[in-house]
Every structure is written in C-alpha cells, then in structure tokens.
C-alpha cells in the first residue's frame, strides 16, 4: 500500500509540475490582451471632451489606435457649444521588455494597468 502511495505522490508532483512548466511557456510568449475600447472625459474651463481610444491588434507587436473626440467649448457666458469631432488613427509598437506601447508619429507613449490605459497624464477605463 505504501508504495502505490508513493507512486501515485510522484505522478502528482510530475502533472503539477507540467503544468507549471506549460502555464510558464505560454504565459511568457503570449502577447499581452490589449485589444478593447478606452474610454475619458474630461473638463476644463475651455472645454468638455469625451475621448474614446480603440486598440486593434495587427500582428506581432504593432496596433492600430482608432481615437475619436467629441468636444465642446466653453463659451465666454459660460455655457457648451456645438458639439465637435475629431477622429485620428495612430499606428503604434509595444515593447514587452519596457511594457510600454509606443505611437510611432508624435512619439507618444501608452501604458496599461488594470482594467486602465494610461496616454500621458490621461487615464482611459476600458470598457470592453
């Protein structure tokens, strides 16, 4: 009895570590799910925006950023204008070592947390 026990100990501890080793194979060459719609409002005293940044992954380390603007400015009496839109497509490369996503024009950089991309000084909230 005391040796099926060991044998069935030792089967345990090769599948664990198996699956160890696949968890750490395919977590450490798989590419970071970047892909959704972010999404920022912001306000000021010239104007209000609400800014919505769509990353789409293209191959390997490169993506397209679809960023669209809604904005309106504030007049001198202090009420909104007419709403306005801005839509601009960026091309950008992420750099694994650095963690850093790179939009190759202005040189403007993106990183991402949870559940958040942050361009700048500006936080977007993914909401998909």
Request: hydrophobic residues 35%; contains cysteine.
């Amino acid at each position: 009895m005391e040796l099926v026990f060991k044998t069935q100990s030792t089967k345990n501890v090769g599948l664990a570590l198996i699956a160890l080793l696949l968890i750490c194979f395919f977590g450490c060459h798989s590419q970071p799910d970047f892909n959704g719609i972010y999404v920022n409002h912001a306000s000021g005293e010239f104007s209000v925006a609400d800014d919505t940044l769509q990353v789409e992954h293209v191959q390997e380390q490169q993506y397209l950023i679809h960023r669209k603007t809604g904005y309106r400015e504030i007049a001198e009496d202090g009420k909104p204008g007419k709403l306005q839109w801005h839509n601009e497509e960026w091309k950008a490369v992420y750099d694994p070592d650095t963690r850093v996503m790179t939009e190759s024009r202005k040189g403007r950089t993106l990183t991402f947390e949870k559940g958040l991309l942050v361009l700048e000084r500006s936080r977007y909230r993914r909401i998909n």
